[in-house]
């Protein structure tokens, strides 16, 4: 066994490895021990949740299909919309849902923004 000094991002830690020779046969098992572990905290930004809007009126209305945050929104208010149009753009899990009107109509409100966490059944686009 030899011990060794390494550095790693500026932090200096000693471990203990066993060299073998080319020729040798393997030995059964190898331990690798630090005297120091690295326990970096995982931060993320979490998404601002916004809340609900309290009134659905069901076809009026283009609900958030999941949990997700809201990538683009991609009419604006007094657009007309065409049922099937891609009217959101989500992200849940490093994967985007594109969100589609269920009906056609005039974009009467925008509820929420880029980069808002919304909730499943959360109201995202009201037509007039």
Do not use: C
Not at 52 to 80: E, F, H, K, Q, R
């Amino acid at each position: 066994m030899k011990r060794l000094k390494v550095t790693v991002e500026g932090k200096s830690y000693e471990v203990e490895i066993e060299i073998l020779d080319e020729g040798a046969a393997p030995t059964a098992s190898r331990r690798v021990s630090a005297s120091s572990r690295v326990d970096a905290p995982l931060t993320s930004a979490k998404p601002k949740v916004v809340a609900p809007v309290a009134s659905l009126d069901g076809d009026n209305i283009v609900t958030s299909p999941l949990g997700a945050v809201v990538v683009s929104i991609d009419v604006n208010i007094g657009d007309a919309v065409a049922e099937g149009q891609q009217v959101v753009t989500l992200e849940a899990m490093k994967m985007n849902t594109i969100v589609s009107a269920s009906s056609s109509g005039t974009v009467k409100a925008v509820h929420v923004k880029p980069g808002d966490g919304v909730e499943e059944g959360q109201a995202l686009i009201e037509f007039a």
